[in-house]
């Protein structure tokens, strides 16, 4: 798939058209997927080896909707910042750590934001574009399998359509 995405980009130069390259270029990385490390008794957490490049060195934790935690790119965390009413600034703040990765990759998730989102041992991290979120692994799951049905019923009306 990357090999054919390189054929289509060089042959997008040759026409003199744009190429994906170019139109990620500028952009944030997109953080993707679903991991599901550990916190171990100390409060630490690995981050997924795919984010250490975008979050690797630093990140801001603050509190999510849904009771989930952000892990948010210095950036993406002062635009979002930037973005919010005036009272609910004051929440997203106060409950916000910047963090550096220890050389394992660890970050220490605060007991604040644990109790927060209802952390334990057991929880999952998801990509959701440009920053990631951190929650319990039986709320996570209860969330997914209840959005779940809904996006499959909606998925046309609400995805574009991709051709290949």
């Known amino acids: 798939m990357v090999a054919d995405q390189t054929i289509r980009d060089a042959d997008a130069n040759a026409q003199g058209s744009t190429t994906m390259a170019d139109l990620m270029a500028g952009l944030p990385p997109l953080l993707l997927g679903t991991y599901t490390p550990k916190i171990d008794a100390k409060g630490r957490m690995a981050l ?12 801001v934790m603050a509190r999510g909707q849904e009771r989930c935690v952000y892990l948010l790119p210095f950036d993406e965390f002062r635009r979002i910042a930037s973005q919010i009413q005036r009272e609910y600034l004051r929440v997203f703040l106060s409950g916000a750590v910047d963090q550096q990765p220890d050389k394992q990759g660890r970050v220490l998730v ?9 952390l334990g041992s057991d929880v999952v991290v998801i990509g959701v574009g440009t920053r990631a979120e951190l929650w319990n692994k039986d709320t996570w799951e209860s969330y997914l399998a209840e959005k779940e049905e809904g996006y499959s019923d909606i ?4 995805l574009p359509e991709v051709e290949f």
């Not at 997924?48 to 990140?59: I, T, V």
């Not at 998925?155 to 609400?158: E, G, K, R």
Request: aromatic share 8%; proline share 8%.
């Open 155 to 158: 998925a046309d009306d609400v």
């Open 48 to 59: 997924p080896a795919k984010f250490r490049s975008q979050l690797g060195q630093g990140l």
């Open 110 to 118: 605060p007991q604040m934001l644990r109790d927060y989102a209802n």
